[in-house]
């Protein structure tokens, strides 16, 4: 099976290629240009590096959302054009999902926090658990589903499992002195390689999702924004007045 795998859901823009349970390709970049300006050169240039045949593709894998809403409409809008073209089906991937499988294997809890502004996070507790098959394989177990909470409620919820705590996403710079100032538990943050959104893990999800028949027809696709824009919020609050 191949999977292409996009993540614009953040300040990341990220393009992978796998094939069944090899990474063939992934193309990664935080900086200031916009993903509108990234995401396509960087799908061309992987299409080229690796000799890829689009009409190859099983699926496309996308972060679903939470995160930024400009950034999950140009990934949305992209997948669903390449699944047009090409007629293939979406792998919707939560995107908190997506940066905690970046721990795949971790002690204790994982707990991805996005800056979502306005003193929010977009965050979600994960564990893995050593699965059946043996003790090299895990299970990524959702012990709170993704959702946009200030940090002082995540920490309160984190403080009730009694177990250390992995930080992981754009938030943590963000939220590091509230950490410090909140948490009871003990706590540390990714290194910078595993830190912030990856296409590469947007597809091994996916890869796993996809064989659970989790796909589908990108004509129905839509980004989960968790809670409204700036706009949408401003135009609610001219109707209330």
Do not use: W
Not at 64 to 70: E, L
Not at 129 to 137: L, N, S, T
């Amino acid at each position: 099976m191949k999977l292409l795998a996009l993540d614009s859901s953040g300040l990341v823009a990220s393009v992978a290629l796998a094939e069944d349970d090899n990474l063939i390709a992934e193309y990664t970049v935080q900086y200031k240009k916009t993903h509108s300006q990234t995401l396509l050169p960087m799908l061309q240039e992987i299409c080229g590096m690796v000799e890829l045949d689009l009409d190859t593709v099983d699926a496309i894998a996308v972060a679903a959302g939470p995160g930024s809403f400009t950034g999950l409409r140009i990934g949305s809008a992209t997948a669903k054009g390449l699944a047009f073209a090409m007629k293939k089906p979406i792998v919707p991937v939560p995107t908190v999902d997506g940066l905690a499988y970046q721990m795949y294997g971790a002690k204790g809890l994982v707990c991805p926090i996005m800056d979502a502004r306005r003193n929010q996070v977009y965050t979600g507790v994960y564990e893995f658990v050593p699965d059946q098959e043996g003790q090299f394989a895990y299970d990524m177990r959702v012990r709170k589903e993704q959702c946009a909470v200030s940090f002082d409620e995540i920490a309160e919820i984190l403080n009730g499992y009694d177990k250390s705590v992995i930080f992981l996403g754009d938030g943590v710079p963000v939220f590091r002195e509230r950490m410090a100032q909140v948490l009871h538990v003990p706590y540390t943050t990714a290194p910078l390689h595993r830190a912030r959104q990856s296409a590469a893990a947007i597809a091994a999800l996916g890869n796993l999702y996809y064989r659970q028949g989790k796909a589908v027809d990108g004509a129905v696709f839509a980004p989960e924004y968790l809670r409204l824009s700036q706009a949408e919020r401003e135009r609610a609050g001219k109707g209330q007045n």
